[in-house]
């Protein structure tokens, strides 16, 4: 082998040279390692021509600096063995977007729990698979001291790091492949780009060097990534490094996914993450005051029957039809739960049409301002564009352009013009093909002729020779631009064009807004009869929160939260119902089981409405909810699923919860022992065989909760909670009465919390949370319809529960994700070519 020959010549140690500088590197604990030479900055031009910065200061990896460094580096290694020789360990990534290594780390499961865990022989993989990340590491075993190169290529990027020693904590990225995820190279091709090279590096055969290669495939191009060496000698070439200077970090054939114990943490594994949570938001974030006691709220209005027209209680309706009768409540403040960012892709929320808005965009909006002179003609153009039509009164057949209207004519370019007229305006310099305007008669017939005839190298003949001949006529045409013109235009208020019905078609209009005057006057009437209750006990100091619910002919429901401050007190949350009654409206209790009659409304002097306290409509804030979640061979969820609900518990010390896992004979992972080591308030964990059945683990999960008045969540693996979940489900479930279907954002591939990209979930009812009364009393889920599938249990279950008289509160939640997942390996389904590892 061409490198071991050439390490039979020893060569003596390099001291640094000039542009060259001894860096070394620190760890948490103020250990330094062994020093490393850095270069000096490429010169290059090119971002890519950046040199690996080897044996940089962690400061510049962690921008919080190097006391900040994860206490979780690896720095002792598991025990080695002989047997470890000949192949290395591989992680996969599946089913990830982007091309960049850093997209790999936005992962919400790197490095700890790949989707698979297998070995490759030598470094030089290709699956032929899209959208995935690699992630290999291991020993190499030098076979000679010696100076040595390393070079990494790939498509799309990739970053070789390498040890000091065998320690995983001072590794180093000592070559890569780009940064933005858009470079790459051939197989094979390890001098394209001068940071696929590393510095010379001092080996010992004595000695082993843990390594990492990092990996990132988008759905293009052909996928492959290898690592080459040479000795540091001129004219040899690279060659990928086989399996005989290979071992493997570890035996993982044994582990089950969950072990994680192993997983060796490094630099590699952290530097540019962002697959955290997003940041806190007011809307967002647990109540932080105490709510007032309900005996203080409950003589400040007077009671009165609630019972909306728009409930269908024993109202026949067809399969799946429950979609149609789900309404939208009005939120104020604005909690910004629209998806503006989305909007490139998908611009529903304006009720223009699609193919409207892209052959004229927004200019009906605009009136553009007319100067002395202008003739009216420009009117009637900019009218019939916005009828599809022409001058001519025909449909245009060009873009956008073909009917915007003239410039005046004092503005426009003419042909052969003389010295002597108006100025000419810049121009820019079009084809006479790329022109919009009309064509003179027979212009483009010659000018095909005239193509046609001529000779085979007329195209050749450059620009400079037509200018110099002179511009030709009809060949070339100046289409005028005024910078000048203007326009005016008034305030618009998209919002009030929306209304309450659910919108199935638009996933990235947000909530409903409530106009401000409504929200404030609800308030003042509220807390001008709080006060005259509790003699001015109570001062307003800000509006957390008002939902209200429409219903046009008997009155509105509102959801009024408050931050009040209590005189010779602290500060207090009020959260209740109100009821603003319309004049006139007769209400029946539709269940008659009203306890006292409904007063009739009171009016105030103005004629206009006044609340009321709707009976039996108040929400429990020490409820115990139950997340019900059926699992299976999903280890690396139900890990991420368990610490997100002790980090929950953590931050909001809030008790009043518990975990239900239905567990399906999960191979992958021991779920039971998972579930006794989270730090939960409160768990229970049931065991069913047979294959995954989601109605039926449901259902099981619900049938072990036995406090018939406490809340159950129907719930997924693959959610992340905003802080404020709890009280969310809380206050929006009303034995009886409510039940809440929170609106989930399903983040797109390669999307996390912290980067946010994705859609409104608008058609999924699958999260749900309702008393289990109230479960219990529609019927439960329909197990016997959905035993051997999923998709469209959550609909079925919907248009019973609007059949027994609940009304299903539908909300866009803020930082409420869906997780982009694979669906490989998912419910024990086996690939057509057997692995011989697990998947989670």
């Known amino acids: ?268 594994s952290h530097v540019g993450g962002g697959g955290g949570a997003c940041p806190s938001h007011p809307v967002t974030a647990p109540p932080a005051a105490p709510r007032m006691e309900s ?103 060009g873009g956008p352009q073909a009917t915007q209207p003239r410039p005046p004519a004092r503005a426009q370019a003419t042909q052969g013009g003389r010295e002597g007229q108006a100025p000419r305006p810049v121009t820019s310099f079009l084809s006479l093909s790329q022109v919009s305007g009309p064509q003179l008669p027979g212009e483009g017939e010659e000018e095909e002729e005239g193509e046609d005839d001529g000779a085979p190298g007329d195209e050749a003949v450059s620009e400079d020779s037509e200018e110099a001949a002179g511009p030709a006529l009809g060949r070339w045409r100046e289409d005028a631009i005024d910078w000048q013109r203007t326009f005016s235009v008034g305030a618009v208020d998209f919002e009030l064009l929306r209304s309450d019905w659910n919108d199935l078609r638009c996933n990235v209009s947000g909530n409903l807004q409530l106009p401000e005057a409504e929200a404030v006057d609800v308030t003042a009437q509220y807390m ?17 929160n008002v939902e209200k619910r429409r219903d046009s002919a008997r009155g509105s429901r509102f959801l009024l939260e408050l931050e009040l401050q209590e005189r010779g007190g602290g500060r207090l949350r009020l959260s209740e119902y109100v009821f603003l009654r319309l004049p006139g409206a007769r209400v029946g209790d539709a269940d008659g089981e009203s306890p006292e009659p409904a007063p009739a409304a009171s009016v105030r002097p103005d004629g206009r409405p006044e609340l009321c306290r709707p009976l039996r409509l108040a929400w429990r804030q020490d409820v115990m909810v139950h997340f019900i979640v059926p699992v299976k061979n999903q280890a690396r969820w139900v890990a991420q699923f368990l610490a997100d609900m002790a980090a929950l518990h953590a931050r909001t010390g809030d008790s009043r919860f518990s975990v239900v896992l239905v567990d399906f004979e999960s191979e992958d992972m021991d779920v039971e022992r998972a579930l006794r080591a989270a730090r939960l308030p409160r768990y229970q964990y049931l065991r069913r065989t047979g294959n995954f059945e989601r109605s039926a683990g449901l259902q099981a999960g619900v049938d072990a909760v036995e406090d018939a008045s406490s809340i159950v969540f129907l719930c997924d693996l693959h959610i992340h909670f905003p802080p404020n979940i709890l009280d969310g489900i809380r206050k929006h479930c009303v034995e009886g009465r409510l039940a809440f279907a929170p609106v989930v954002m399903r983040l797109s591939c390669g999307s996390s919390p912290r980067d946010p990209h994705g859609y409104w979930e608008v058609n999924g009812f699958g999260l749900f949370g309702i008393y289990k009364s109230d479960f219990d009393r529609v019927g439960g889920m329909n197990t016997e319809e959905f035993r051997d599938q999923w998709g469209g249990e959550d609909w079925e279950l919907l248009d019973r529960v609007l059949q027994a008289g609940l009304e299903v509160e539908r909300l866009r939640l803020r930082n409420f994700y869906h997780h982009y997942h694979s669906k490989r390996g998912m419910w024990s389904v086996r690939s057509r070519k057997g692995s011989r590892t697990g998947a989670s």
């Open 1 to 268: 082998m061409a490198l071991e020959r050439a390490w039979a010549r020893d060569r003596p140690h390099v001291p640094p040279a000039d542009g060259e500088k001894l860096t070394s590197v620190t760890d948490g604990r103020g250990v330094h390692a062994v020093p490393s030479t850095q270069r000096a900055e490429d010169s290059s031009e090119s971002r890519e021509e950046e040199q690996a910065p080897e044996g940089r200061d962690l400061d510049m990896l962690f921008p919080g600096g190097a006391g900040r460094l994860p206490l979780n580096f690896t720095h002792q290694t598991p025990p080695w063995r002989e047997e470890y020789k000949g192949q290395v360990n591989l992680h996969v990534f599946e089913d990830w977007c982007g091309g960049a290594v850093g997209h790999l780390r936005r992962n919400l499961h790197f490095p700890l729990f790949p989707h698979t865990r297998t070995t490759v022989k030598k470094l030089a993989v290709s699956p032929k698979w899209k959208n995935y990340g690699l992630r290999i590491f291991g020993f190499i075993h030098p076979a000679r001291d010696g100076d040595v190169q390393f070079s990494v290529a790939s498509d799309d990027n990739s970053e070789f790091w390498l040890s000091l020693d065998e320690s995983p904590a001072a590794a180093q990225l000592v070559a890569f492949v780009g940064k933005t995820g858009s470079e790459w190279t051939a197989p094979g091709e390890f001098t394209k780009f001068s940071s696929q090279v590393s510095k010379p590096r001092r080996l010992m055969a004595s000695r082993r060097y843990y390594f990492e290669l990092l990996h990132k495939q988008d759905d293009r191009g052909s996928d492959h990534v290898e690592v080459g060496w040479r000795a540091f000698l001129p004219g040899l070439k690279f060659e990928v490094i086989s399996s005989a200077h290979l071992s493997l970090y570890t035996d993982e054939s044994a582990l089950k996914m969950d072990h994680v114990a192993h997983v060796p943490q490094s630099p590699a």
């Open 295 to 397: 005996s203080s709220l409950e003589n400040v209005l007077e009671p009165c029957a609630y019972a909306p027209t728009y409930v269908v209680k024993d109202f026949p309706i067809a399969r799946y039809q429950g979609l149609q009768f789900v309404y939208l409540s009005f939120v104020y403040p604005n909690d910004y739960t629209r998806l503006t960012h989305m909007e490139t892709d998908n611009k529903c929320f304006y009720r223009e049409s699609p193919l409207y808005l892209e052959r004229f965009g927004f200019y009906k909006y605009m009136k553009m301002d007319k100067e002395e002179g202008d003739e009216d003609e420009e009117d009637e153009v900019q009218r019939r564009a916005f009828l599809f039509l022409n001058p001519d009164g025909e449909c245009p057949t």
């Open 528 to 544: 001008e009869r709080l006060n005259a209750r509790h003699g001015g006990r109570f001062a307003l100091l800000r509006i957390v």
